[in-house]
């Protein structure tokens, strides 16, 4: 607005020192004044919206690579670039050679991950327990975990999976922080840990004349004399009658009379053409054609095959069983927490998928510092997907497209409310939005002014403003209730 005021004094500056310019120069001032504020307002309207707030910033998460803070027995973030101190097996599952330091079948303490197989979707944990007798190992399988697995698997974000042991035999299994199974290492891994302390004898057989059946024929029970056997099941109904108008002599289905012999029909080849069958027209009408047949009903008599009834057999000795021994291979270790030594970590593959990545393993006995691991490094990598990830409404169409049945959930969610609102503020009428004018049509008492005077009377009796000998016609004079039609 600078430059307009001092264009402005410039032209009347010129005017007072009396210099005469033609009309077309004045003009030419005029435009050039009037181009000046133009650009200045263009200006002033950039500087406004450049000043006008925007959207907020995606916030943005920088990754380094964790640094083990505290005890820890192995750490690798795989962030060096390199697989140093790393060996990549050659192993396949056919025709392995028994030089390869690694195979599947390499023996092994722990192991633990994810493993996806169709629509089957595990988290193992399996660990090898030394039988303390006999120096042989055998596989110990957590039991399978009541979450839902599927989420984690398919959402193609970074999950972290954790495996807790802890010294009184507990476990826990974690993803993303969260326990997803648990128990004890005594109690809720197959095989269990420890053998039962009785078996059943191997040399224990069951005797020829063993009798296991709880109920048998009453070998005293004798057929009926009047019993018959070959009585039919059905039988036709001789109360029944042949409907009236029943056509006997036509038949229910008849040739097609509008049928044609295709031309190319063969009778040496395809034999004699039939016209295809069509119901009879005539039978539309009428209650039945073709020969008329008494319905079947259930036959009273019929018993079927006789058979003697059953009853407790006096002989029954239960189900058998063989007789239990002391189990010779029993042991008992309360402690299988400690589990034999490792000194190496492996990483068993098999994948038919790709972009699979993994990262950060991480081996401690201090589980604070494991958690200070986790948000060094999983921790980050979360942060940076949830600062990437769409708003609300693009992950609520992205759950709607997996399952068509949330848009009836979001149409109802939205529209209820709006139903409601409208039904209530347009439809309803209240009371108090009787106009003014309609009340002055009568002279009746309204019920706020009967109120109001009954009021102001009781309180003027309380406060001994009314004269006692004032007469109740007085009173009723003065009460709305009473007020007669004025006439003008």
Not at 104 to 126: A, N, Q, S, V
Not at 352 to 358: C, N, P, Q, R, T
Not at 435 to 451: G, L
Request: with cysteine; glycine share 6%.
């Amino acid at each position: 607005m600078r430059l307009c005021v001092a264009l402005l004094s410039l032209s009347l500056c010129l005017g007072l020192m009396g210099h005469v310019r033609a009309q077309e120069e004045a003009d030419d001032v005029e435009m050039d004044v009037e181009d000046a504020i133009d650009d200045m307002r263009e200006e002033d309207v950039e500087e406004e919206e450049e000043k006008a707030p925007g959207p907020p910033p995606v916030p943005t998460v920088t990754y380094r690579a964790p640094e083990p803070m505290g005890e820890h027995y192995f750490a690798e973030s795989f962030d060096k670039g390199t697989l140093q101190g790393w060996v990549l097996s050659q192993a396949k599952k056919d025709g392995i050679d028994e030089e390869i330091e690694f195979v599947d079948k390499t023996p092994y303490t722990i192991m633990f991950g994810p493993d996806k197989c169709g629509e089957d979707y595990k988290l193992h944990f399996i660990f090898r327990h030394k039988n303390p007798k006999t120096g042989e190992f055998e596989e110990k399988h957590a039991k399978k975990p009541d979450a839902d697995l599927r989420t984690y698997y398919t959402d193609k974000k970074t999950h972290l999976y954790t495996l807790v042991l802890n010294p009184d035999n507990s476990f826990e299994i974690l993803i993303d922080q969260t326990v997803v199974n648990s128990g004890s290492l005594l109690n809720d891994m197959t095989p269990p840990i420890n053998p039962p302390a009785e078996i059943e004898d191997p040399d224990d057989h069951k005797p020829e004349d063993w009798d296991e059946r709880p109920k048998i024929q009453d070998p005293d029970s004798v057929k009926p004399e009047d019993w018959d056997e070959d009585a039919p099941a059905k039988i036709p109904d001789e109360d029944a009658v042949k409907p009236d108008g029943w056509l006997d002599e036509e038949p229910e289905y008849i040739g097609d009379p509008d049928a044609l012999k295709p031309e190319d029909w063969d009778e040496d080849m395809d034999g004699e053409w039939e016209a295809p069958q069509i119901p009879n027209p005539i039978c539309e009408t009428a209650p039945g054609c073709g020969p008329w047949e008494r319905p079947m009903i259930d036959n009273p008599n019929y018993k079927g095959k006789w058979k003697p009834p059953m009853i407790d057999n006096p002989n029954y000795q239960g189900v058998w069983k063989p007789r239990k021994i002391p189990n010779p291979d029993f042991f008992e270790d309360l402690h299988p927490f400690r589990m034999t030594p490792f000194s190496a970590v492996g990483l068993e593959l098999w994948s038919m998928s790709s972009d699979i990545f993994f990262d950060n393993f991480f081996v401690t006995s201090d589980r604070t510092v494991a958690e200070r691991w986790a948000a060094d490094g999983w921790g980050l990598k979360k942060a940076a997907e949830g600062a990437a990830e769409p708003g609300l409404v693009n992950q609520m169409i992205t759950a709607a497209e997996e399952r068509p049945w949330l848009w009836i959930v979001y149409v109802l969610t939205v529209a209820l409310p709006l139903v409601l609102i409208i039904v209530f503020c347009c439809t309803g009428k209240s009371p108090a939005s009787t106009s003014a004018a309609e009340y002055k049509k009568t002279d009746a008492p309204q019920p706020d002014v009967k109120e109001e005077a009954e009021d102001e009377e009781a309180k003027e009796e309380e406060s001994g403003l009314i004269d006692k000998h004032k007469s109740e016609d007085d009173i009723l004079r003065r009460s709305p209730r009473n007020r007669k039609p004025r006439k003008d």
